[in-house]
T-cell receptor, first 116, second 115 residues
């Protein structure tokens, strides 16, 4: 079965320190990869995506993600965390298919807490 | 663009009542998704449409749930009759198809409480 794993329910990091939120997937082929962020009582917001090309993808708010094909991972990173980065982060995968299906597989989310 | 617009933002109803949630996708987007979010089950895909046609409704919990998309700018998710276990935040999202796009744009959600 296809799946996305976010192994950490919560990540705590001190403000100014680098942060990593992990994501691994089990999806055949070369899927599209996404990260979304959700602030309290808000909808999910798109951060960045990997389609093809450079393994390091840059996105909104200074976030970036590194695609590793051999490890089937797509970890979210930021060099220097801000308190305002505290939120719920979701990794998502969309398989590339020829059948026309367009389903996203979401991870369970990782709560990031940046401590002042 | 105003983004994906959902209404109502909050709905409190009693068990057995009909609930209708509404969504206006971003203009020009040809995919529309309905998701449900709960603490226990996370984010669940209920149904998605392509060009107003339902493509996959395998996530719809049961016959009490129905969704329609009568035109490209409007969709509804209906629960009849509602039950307490339907309490959740329901999100609508839209997307533009194609190989180099595809990110989802979410609305702010409709928080449903069934008493």
């Amino acid at each position: 079965a296809q799946s996305v794993a976010q192994p950490e329910d919560q990540v705590n990091v001190a403000e100014g320190n680098p942060l990593t939120v992990k994501c691994t997937y089990s999806v055949s082929g070369n899927p599209y990869l996404f990260w979304y962020v959700q602030y309290p009582n808000r909808g999910l917001q798109f951060l960045l995506k990997y389609i093809t090309g450079d393994n390091l993808v840059k996105g909104s708010y200074g976030f970036e993600a590194e695609f590793n094909k051999s490890q089937t991972s797509f970890h979210l990173k930021k060099p220097s965390a801000l308190v305002s980065d505290s939120a719920l982060y979701f990794c998502a995968v969309r398989p590339r298919t020829t059948s026309g299906t367009y389903k996203y597989i979401f991870g369970t989310g990782t709560r990031l807490k940046v401590l002042a | 663009d105003a983004g994906v617009i959902q209404s109502p933002r909050h709905e409190v109803t009693e068990m057995g009542q009909e609930v209708t949630l509404r969504c206006k996708p971003i203009s020009g987007h040809d995919y529309l998704f309905w998701y449900r979010q709960t603490m226990m089950r996370g984010l669940e895909l209920l149904i998605y449409f392509n060009n107003n046609v339902p493509i996959d409704d395998s996530g719809m919990p049961e016959d009490r749930f129905s969704a329609k998309m009568p035109n490209a700018s409007f969709s509804t998710l209906k629960i009849q009759p509602s039950e307490p276990r339907d309490s959740a935040v329901y999100f609508c999202a839209s997307s533009s198809g194609g190989p180099n796009t595809g990110e989802l744009f979410f609305g702010e959600g409709s928080r449903l409480t069934v008493l």
